[in-house]
């Protein structure tokens, strides 16, 4: 028979395959909703043209009743994956008040597929012998020399379809939920029957044949933080969140109705064994692998870290091997290694490393699957790879290759059913925005969003009358600086360029704009350096490097002080800083075991200049400890029934701090006195982190909070 031929659109990095209905990028699968497919096709098939609203609305939702507000949102998502932006566009032009044009160059393109209905040719001694007639030399020869070529194309065959012309991935989305209900956990079952999967309202099973769903039964007032299906396939092992500040706890839930049964406290990510005898998991502040046998009977600890942490525990197929990620966070090693541990011999082996691996999983066939966030052209997104390992020892031969990339998106948590052939992912959409509120007691009012792009936004100061928010954001590529009046709908560029621009602070003159620069992007592990931009004009200049993981802060007029922070061995040490001459003397060094892992800050000066305080990541209870750089004294404030805080801005008339709290269920932002009593102002779903800060007339707070949404997504043909 004939197969047709594919009609593929190409622009740029991108092939759009109008037959099968698929987006490329560099050869890798782009996932597209339905929708967002025919929306693109529409405006690249009508490209140099433009495509009135009403028109695009019609013929992509038929005669859905829709909302221009959609076709808005759709706009957005397309351009978020085509590395596009409203200001300079290179593909999706918005005309006002009429439509959309897609201005890129188009070539169109016709592959044709091999065809399977050829009469079959075999070549001996130069000549062409059609149909089933043989040559007159001996059957036996023949048949012999036949059954190698058949052997050989075979073996060609499988590798060139393996690496070169392999299937591309197939995707299927199994849940849809909304950023209100963002699922935070989800396992497919060994035998690919049930999907189990949670939000921060409860857990529930889909069964993956009919799409049926229903709620299991949990703890009260529990978060589910992660998910192992045992073997047989009704039982779920889950570790539950919620119940108390970082106290975790491992349970077995029923698929069947059986009330759930508690086998553990102080302990996470667990993980069954594929024979369902064993359970490993993470205990000691996560520096500890324990294993215990699926009763919970018999808990021992197998590994133990010194400084880094211990994440991820899954099972090689044998049931003899563990693989898990040592992630070193201290300034001087920022880096994911994946080692595999021998239970029987206890041999450690280091398979590879990666700083920016997310997740990872072993597949029957010997692969290891594995998820990374990455960067390109400016814009954040996640790629999905395989790597081939040693059986014996679990180290990874040769290089990775891509099987597909998301711009825009995160992925984790990956799992696979027990024949290797369908693999489960979380696969999220997150953008951070700058949101503000009023002040008014301790609490927020009138909360309202302030940056309305379609790229992340981090907010860093205020200017020193109040009425701009100071942000960085990657609207144009790079992380650019800009500033937006409280109220306004559009931003104002400060400063651009190549580099990424971060900790954006005035000097308390007024006169400079001080940031850390980070040529050829940002990275935890980069050295920043402190660049000063005259508010009056004229270009950035270079006033010092500083070290990894460097921050600093600024008072406003009167006072005069800035200072900057370093991190050396596990201490954080105080300096002046001068915006012209830069780094100066020390004033103060606290020792700090881990460096958190924060967003803004975990540290700020009083509005005096007097004192310091600090977010202690230890807990709970969280603590704020602050040091006086007069005296040298320190103080412990507790603040009982929160976890360790991950962010801390002082409030502007110093009489307590604006804190942000994560956990699996939700992040909140804070207000603490200096008697620890926390006032909670706002509480958002997710696992991604906030900070708040606050204006210099106390009047209001700029606050950062992300749009996300996390649904377990269905991958094949990997």
């Not at 950023?179 to 309202?201: C, H, K, M, Q, T």
């Not at 706890?249 to 996470?268: C, E, F, H, R, T």
């Not at 899954?314 to 966070?329: D, E, L, P, Q, T």
């Not at 590879?352 to 692969?367: A, C, K, M, N, V």
Request: aromatic share 8%.
């Amino acid at each position: 028979m004939f197969k047709q031929p594919r009609h593929l659109l190409e622009f740029g990095r991108f092939r759009l395959d109008r037959t099968e209905r698929f987006l490329f990028q560099d050869g890798a699968a782009v996932p597209l909703s339905p929708r967002l497919f025919d929306t693109l096709l529409v405006l690249v098939e009508n490209r140099g043209h433009v495509v009135q609203k009403n028109d695009l609305m019609q013929k992509v939702w038929n005669d859905a009743a829709v909302e221009e507000n959609n076709l808005t949102q759709s706009i957005s998502s397309l351009r978020k994956i085509l590395g596009d932006n409203l200001e300079g566009p290179k593909f999706i032009e918005t005309i006002p008040k009429r439509g959309y044009r897609f201005v890129a160059p188009v070539k169109e393109i016709t592959e044709e597929e091999p065809r399977d209905d050829r009469p079959a040719v075999t070549k001996l001694s130069g000549k062409e012998h059609r149909g089933t007639g043989l040559p007159s030399i001996a059957p036996a020869i023949v048949l012999g020399t036949m059954l190698l070529m058949l052997m050989g194309l075979a073996v060609m065959w499988r590798t060139w379809t393996r690496w070169g012309r392999q299937p591309q991935v197939k995707e299927v989305q199994l849940t849809t939920n909304s950023s209100e209900a963002s699922v935070i956990a989800a396992a497919i079952s060994p035998d690919g029957r049930y999907l189990a999967y949670a939000d921060n309202a409860g857990l529930y099973v889909r069964v993956s044949r009919t799409g049926e769903m229903r709620p299991l039964a949990v703890p009260p007032a529990s978060v589910i933080g992660g998910l192992s299906w045992f073997p047989e396939g009704t039982r779920l092992l889950v570790t539950v969140t919620g119940l108390q500040p970082n106290a975790d706890s491992v349970w077995v839930i029923s698929i069947l109705g059986q009330a759930p049964v508690k086998l553990l406290d102080g302990g996470n990510q667990a993980a069954v064994s594929p024979d369902g005898s064993q359970i490993v998991f993470v205990r000691g502040k996560g520096k500890e692998l324990w294993l215990m046998a699926a009763n919970g009977e018999s808990p021992h600890r197998i590994l133990a870290a010194a400084n880094e942490y211990l994440a991820g525990p899954v099972w090689g197929w044998n049931g003899k091997h563990i693989a898990y990620g040592r992630v070193f966070s201290d300034v001087n090693k920022l880096d994911t290694v994946v080692e595999t541990l021998d239970l029987e011999t206890g041999k450690i082996t280091v398979s590879f490393s990666d700083p920016d691996i997310t997740s990872g999983i072993p597949l029957p066939d010997g692969r290891l699957v594995y998820s990374r966030n990455e960067v390109s052209s400016g814009q954040s997104g996640a790629s999905l790879l395989e790597a081939n390992t040693d059986p014996s020892s679990g180290k990874v031969v040769g290089k990775p290759r891509q099987l597909a990339r998301w711009p825009g998106c995160s992925i984790s948590a990956l799992g696979v059913t027990s024949d290797g052939k369908h693999l489960v992912a979380l696969k999220g959409l997150a953008q951070a925005d700058v949101y503000v509120g009023d002040i008014v007691a301790h609490h927020l009012e009138n909360l309202r969003r302030l940056t309305f792009d379609d790229r992340d936004d981090f907010a860093s100061d205020w200017t020193p009358d109040s009425q701009y928010v100071l942000f960085a954001s990657n609207r144009n590529g790079s992380m650019d600086i800009f500033r937006q009046r409280v109220g306004e709908r559009t931003a104002e560029a400060l400063i651009a360029g190549a580099e990424d621009k971060l900790s954006l602070h005035f000097s308390p003159d007024g006169q400079w704009l001080m940031y850390f620069a980070f040529p050829g992007g940002y990275s935890a592990a980069k050295a920043p350096l402190l660049m000063r931009a005259p508010l009056s004009g004229g270009p950035p200049q270079f006033v010092f490097k500083a070290r990894p993981a460097s921050d600093f802060r600024c008072l406003k007029a009167p006072a005069t002080r800035c200072i900057l922070s370093e991190w050396e061995n596990q201490q954080l040490v105080f300096y002046a800083l001068d915006p012209i001459r830069g780094k100066g003397q020390e004033l103060a060094r606290q020792e700090i075991a881990l460096a958190p892992e924060i967003v803004e800050s975990n540290w700020d000066i009083s509005p005096d200049g007097s004192r310091i305080a600090l977010a202690i990541p230890e807990g709970p209870p969280a603590r704020i400890r602050t040091l006086s750089l007069v005296s040298g004294k320190l103080q412990d404030i507790r603040v009982s029934g929160w976890s360790a805080f991950q962010s801390m801005e002082w409030a502007a008339d110093g009489k307590g701090w604006f804190v942000a709290s994560r956990s699996a269920a939700a992040n909140t932002l804070l207000f603490v006195d200096p008697q620890g009593h926390a006032y909670p102002l706002r509480q958002s779903a997710g696992g991604y982190a906030t900070y708040a800060i606050p204006s210099p007339d106390g009047h209001r707070l700029a606050f950062l909070e992300y749009t996300t949404a996390n649904n377990a997504w269905m991958i094949e043909n990997f």
